[in-house]
């Protein structure tokens, strides 16, 4: 089965400060997500990548940067988090269909 | 199933009926459509899916139908059991292709009850 470990999990942190959530496979899965997801609007991409140092943007990619430097782990960073940023986080990585997505658990971050 | 709003559709039906959760989408490009399922702390889990050129697919206990003509697709839960209370999301790929970059749909609340 794929898997997905993201964390951390839980985050609390204040404006300004930078949060870089990390999201680590355990198969060689090629393509890897990060979506937010937040009350009415659904889930949204924000950056995927589809091979190590191969990445691109997604609809909401404004205040994040991400990194694949091993296939297996990719991070999405925020330089200076404002509480806009404030969202459940899921990394996902993609399995055999052009739209079946294995999801992680999520990561909640909240910027006071 | 679009939400207004920060509130969800939600479906209400009782266990052992069956369930029809509608989405509109947006795109008359999207060749691929998906259903997620999404329990309460936990991330979608992927149900079923359907391309462009079908009109209907069957899974086990559940059926997705896509209308192309007016841009809709539902999403049939036979036999609905309380394990189905979910937030249930449709998803179009807009790029087709291998991608996988998806544009989900705001999710409806299913609930059963018993």
């Known amino acids: 089965d794929a898997g997905i470990t993201q964390s951390p999990r839980h985050k609390v942190t204040e404006t300004g400060t930078p949060v870089t959530l990390r999201c680590h496979q355990t198969?060689?899965?090629?393509?890897m997500y990060w979506y937010r997801q937040d009350p009415g609007h659904g889930l949204r991409l924000i950056h995927y990548?589809?091979?190590?140092?191969?990445?691109d943007k997604g609809e909401v990619s404004d205040g994040y940067s991400v990194s694949r430097s091993k296939t297996e782990d990719f991070l999405l960073t925020l330089e200076s988090a404002t509480s806009s940023q404030t969202s459940v986080y899921f990394c996902?990585?993609?399995?055999?269909?052009?739209?079946?997505?294995?999801f992680g658990e999520g990561s909640r971050l909240t910027v006071l | 199933g679009e939400s207004v709003g920060l509130h969800l559709p939600t479906l209400s039906v009782q266990e052992g009926d069956n369930s029809i959760i509608n989405c509109a989408y947006s795109?008359?490009?999207?060749?691929?459509f998906i259903w997620y399922k999404q329990e309460s702390g936990k991330g979608p889990q992927f149900i079923i899916d359907i391309r462009s050129n079908m009109d209907k697919r069957q899974g086990q206990r559940v059926t997705v139908l896509l209308n192309k003509t007016v841009k809709h697709l539902s999403l049939q839960i036979a036999a609905t059991q309380p394990g189905d209370s979910a937030v249930y999301f449709c998803?179009?790929?807009?790029?087709?292709?291998?991608?996988?970059?998806?544009?989900f749909g705001k999710g409806t609340k299913l609930s059963v009850k018993p």
């Open positions: 996902a990585i993609k399995l055999a269909g052009p739209g079946e997505l294995f």
């Open positions: 198969e060689n899965h090629r393509y």
């Open positions: 998803a179009e790929n807009m790029h087709g292709g291998s991608q996988g970059n998806l544009i």
């Open positions: 795109n008359s490009a999207s060749d691929y």
């Open positions: 990548s589809y091979g190590v140092k191969d990445t």
